[in-house]
């Protein structure tokens, strides 16, 4: 069992940045790849951001590619994104999520956070 609290959302101009951290419980964080998922109102969710369980290798989906950037401290059992140059339709709520390959992350996830709000005013 993996619980994940995420923390670090809040209200930022365009333009500006913010770092989300997600902090996981338990022994077996290095055993799992690390996403981040978003859902903004009336949307579906969508895949953000993963990482391997080492770290190693990321993946990105194409609208935040150059902007955001996941890594993970295996010694801290935590996973992060900074996100710089926001943009209004960056608005949604972050969600963290666990899973075992980073290949399948997309789809298969295995434990979720409570997710944090973030918004980007214009």
């Known amino acids: 069992q993996v619980q994940l609290v995420e923390s670090g959302g809040g209200l930022v101009q365009a333009g500006g940045s913010l770092r989300l951290s997600c902090a996981a419980s338990?022994?077996?964080?290095?055993?799992?790849?690390m996403g981040w998922f978003r859902q903004a109102p009336g949307k579906e969710r969508e895949f953000v951001a993963g990482?391997?369980?080492?770290?190693?290798?990321?993946d990105y989906a194409d609208s935040v590619k150059g902007r955001f950037t996941i890594s993970r401290d295996n010694a801290k059992n935590t996973v992060y994104l900074q996100m710089n140059s926001l943009k209004p339709e960056d608005t949604a709520v972050y969600y963290c999520?666990?899973?075992?390959?980073?290949?399948?992350?997309?789809?298969?996830?295995?434990?979720w956070g409570q997710g944090t709000q973030v918004t980007v005013s214009s």
């Open positions: 999520a666990a899973g075992r390959l980073l290949s399948t992350l997309r789809h298969d996830t295995n434990y």
């Open positions: 338990g022994r077996t964080f290095s055993s799992y790849a």
């Open positions: 990482i391997t369980r080492t770290g190693g290798t990321t």
